[in-house]
């Protein structure tokens, strides 16, 4: 059967969180993001392996010393790019994965994600034949506009949602997705796309927000809620 392995790209330098830390290193309650993603992801047992990407020229990950669960290894697989990041990861993990089996990537700068919610997505997306990607409808009217702010019209939003993360692909189309993708594609799922196939999408959650400017970050601290997450964790 195919396994599940998890990517999650932490090789960014949060430069729109305004803060020197990039953003996954940055602390809630008693653990970084990081580490409460991972720890998400680590109790959902049919993810068989973790893999944290994060840049070879920094040291957070050894400064924070975490504590991961026997599933996770760090890469020093950072790129430039978060699809750099992915693809050296996927070239890092290589040895140790079926080319039929599943790839899921998220990125660590959502927090706003449970075992339930990551349960139902692979219930789902697992027997689709390409993968999938959570993502959200969108509630705002959708205007098209030109270069000078001009409105030009009005989309139908029935037809229009925001992805996020989880991206869930076969290890073998995701890699030559990426490969194939002429400069670099802004989610796993443009690139699947680019090869012709067709990805479905899973109703995510609006908690499920990446954290990206200074008030995503204030925003996640408000609403998780650390203690209680971490109860189950000794
Ligand atoms: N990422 C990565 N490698 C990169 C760039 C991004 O692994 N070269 C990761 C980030 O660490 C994050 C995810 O991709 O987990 C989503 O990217 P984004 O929210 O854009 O994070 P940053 O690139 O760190 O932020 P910014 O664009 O504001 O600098
Ligand atoms: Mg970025």
Not at 66 to 80: L, M
Not at 185 to 200: S, Y
Request: glycine share 6%; net charge neutral; aromatic share 8%.
């Amino acid at each position: 059967m195919a396994k599940i392995h998890l990517i999650i790209p932490a090789a960014g330098k949060g430069s729109r969180a305004g803060s020197p830390l990039p953003k996954q290193f940055s602390s809630i309650g008693s653990k970084t993001i990081i580490e409460w993603i991972e720890f998400i992801f680590s109790n959902v047992s049919s993810v068989s392996s973790i893999s944290i990407a994060v840049n070879p020229n920094e040291h957070y990950i050894e400064n924070i010393a975490p504590r991961f669960s026997a599933k996770t290894t760090v890469y020093k697989s950072g790129g430039d790019t978060r699809s750099e990041t992915v693809l050296n990861t996927l070239n890092d993990i290589k040895k140790n994965v079926d080319s039929n089996d599943w790839v899921m990537v998220h990125d660590a700068a959502r927090l706003g994600i449970n075992e339930s919610m990551i349960n139902k997505f692979i219930s789902e997306i697992d027997g689709h034949k390409v993968g999938g990607i959570m993502a959200i409808p969108v509630s705002d009217t959708v205007k098209r506009v030109d270069k000078l702010g001009i409105i030009i019209g009005t989309e139908n939003r029935n037809e229009i949602w925001l992805a996020q993360t989880p991206q869930m692909f076969r290890y073998k189309i995701l890699k030559k997705a990426i490969e194939q993708f002429k400069g670099s594609p802004t989610d796993e799922c443009e690139a699947v796309e680019l090869l012709g196939l067709k990805p479905k999408i899973f109703p995510g959650n609006t908690s499920n927000f990446k954290v990206t400017y200074p008030e995503d970050m204030e925003h996640i601290k408000a609403i998780f809620h650390p203690d209680s997450e971490g109860e189950t964790n000794d």
